[in-house]
């Protein structure tokens, strides 16, 4: 295992990038093919470097190659507004083939194995979280919001989803469902639409995954929980009393069934309250389906002081003997925040920046391909030897950028294993 899993990863993206339908008319811009666009953009965020095409054209006049030759396989170079213009015509759910692809890759190594923690099934957090937002860049797709004062801004939305265990900061994002306007419709898309969409288009390649979805209170609705339990997998969504009432007024009357954990951090006692009832109704327009109650309390003993509190709605059997996992899981959800969404926009991979809006589908291909990236640089992570020593020899991840950025823009590499070893600071001959 470890060798070379980029060029398997990257051989994914050419090979869908082949098969997408070319609709362009006869123009200059047809010496760029589909499949040099899309690598050329995914090259752009793999380096979080807007810039670098402009010194790949340079290498080639120099030495008559580049690295996006030697190391990517892209004939034609574009610059970055025709690469903007093909990538303008590609819808984004024909490029999400490639996350599907990737997984198999993935599962193949045993990855996907390592994240099984429930029931023999993976956590998969949903979240819909802003990509783009402007006052006068938009296009036709952008969402709208306008202030008291007439302001209007617009902005791209999209649901993410990545597959999460406890304990773990790596996370392998599947192909998000973005969150738009589309031709004719009156009512703006939103992300309970967009989530039912996802599940729609993806759930039946899920099934191996045994997933169970987590989400905030937005997803505990009746139609999310049962349009999951129809399709034979599980949830675990954050129930809070304000906006669920009716499950609330239940669970009041409710004869709660109780657990109590204890543990010693090193410095105080904690402990850990879990009480659970079942066959609570969750209901909506005369619909309704029958979930479980879970609250968590975490209070600290010498201090009297309770330090968390949660509570969840579940279609899981709840017992003593596996309440805790439960709730842990549960607990996971805020990775899609923590190591998705706020790695995505503050640590590493600029996800609001503007690297082109386009007129169709740009904004939201280059959002696709920026997520694309993190599943590769995961999975590189967890399975690429030459790459894991070469982050290791950095702190932050922008730190990491830099020392990438620093030897592709620089010298020709031939082969990635070796590039990732001489970003390390390491003899590759030695
Ligand atoms: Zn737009």
């Known amino acids: 295992m470890g060798r070379g899993i980029i060029k398997r990863l990257l051989g ?8 997408l339908p070319d609709i362009r008319k006869c123009s200059n811009a047809l010496k760029y093919s589909i499949r040099d666009a899309i690598i050329c953009a995914f ?14 054209q340079d290498m080639e006049r120099k030495r008559k190659r580049s690295n996006m030759e030697a190391l990517f396989g892209v004939e034609n170079i574009p610059c970055s507004d025709q690469m903007t213009n093909i990538v303008d015509g590609i819808e984004s759910g024909q490029l999400g083939a490639v996350f599907d692809q990737v997984h198999q890759i993935a599962a193949e190594q045993g990855i996907i194995d390592q994240y099984r923690v429930l029931d023999g099934g993976v956590l998969i957090p949903l979240d819909g979280t802003w990509t783009f937002a402007c006052e006068k860049i938009h296009c036709k797709h952008c969402l709208s919001i306008t202030s008291k004062k007439g302001k ?24 998000p469902e973005f969150i ?7 009512k703006q898309d939103c992300e309970r639409n967009a989530a039912k969409r996802w599940l729609e288009r993806k759930g039946a390649g899920l ?22 339990v129809g399709m034979g997998m599980s949830f675990i969504f954050t129930c809070k009393e304000e906006s669920h009432p009716w499950i609330a007024e239940q669970v009041k ?15 105080n006692h904690i402990e850990y309250r879990y009480e659970w009832v079942k066959g609570i109704e969750n209901r909506a327009e005369g619909e309704k389906i029958a979930v479980n109650y879970l609250s968590l309390q975490i209070w600290n003993e010498e201090k009297q002081e309770k330090t968390y509190s949660n509570s969840w709605i579940t279609d899981k059997a709840i017992s003593v003997e596996n309440v805790s996992l439960l709730a842990e899981c549960a607990r996971t959800r805020w990775k899609i925040e923590n190591e998705y ?23 939201d291909i280059y959002c696709l391909l920026n997520v694309l990236c993190l599943l590769f640089h ?40 070796l590039f990732f070893l001489t970003v390390a600071g390491l003899d590759p001959d030695g």
Not at 207 to 228: N, Q, R, V
């Open 207 to 228: 099934e191996g995954l045994k997933p169970t979805f987590l989400g905030d209170d937005l997803y505990a609705c009746h139609s999310i929980c049962e349009k999951i």
């Open 180 to 186: 738009r306007n589309e031709d004719g419709s009156e």
């Open 152 to 175: 209007t801004v617009y902005y791209h939305s999209m649901l993410g989803a990545a597959i999460v265990k406890p304990g773990s900061h790596t996370v392998l994002p599947l192909e």
């Open 43 to 56: 090259a752009v965020f793999y380096f979080q470097y807007p810039s670098l095409l402009n010194f790949q």
């Open 378 to 417: 995961s999975l590189q992570e967890l399975a690429d030897e030459a790459y894991r020593v070469a982050r290791g020899s950095f702190g932050r991840r922008d730190a990491f950028f830099w020392g990438l950025r620093y030897e592709i823009c620089r010298y020709l590499h031939e082969d990635w294993n």
């Open 12 to 19: 994914s993206l050419r090979e869908t990038a082949e098969k």
């Open 341 to 363: 969404n706020n790695v995505l926009k503050c640590r590493g991979y600029n996800l609001e920046h503007n690297f082109g809006h386009g007129q169709e589908h740009a904004a």
């Open 253 to 267: 009357y409710a004869e709660m069934e109780g657990h109590k954990r204890r543990e010693w951090n090193g410095r």
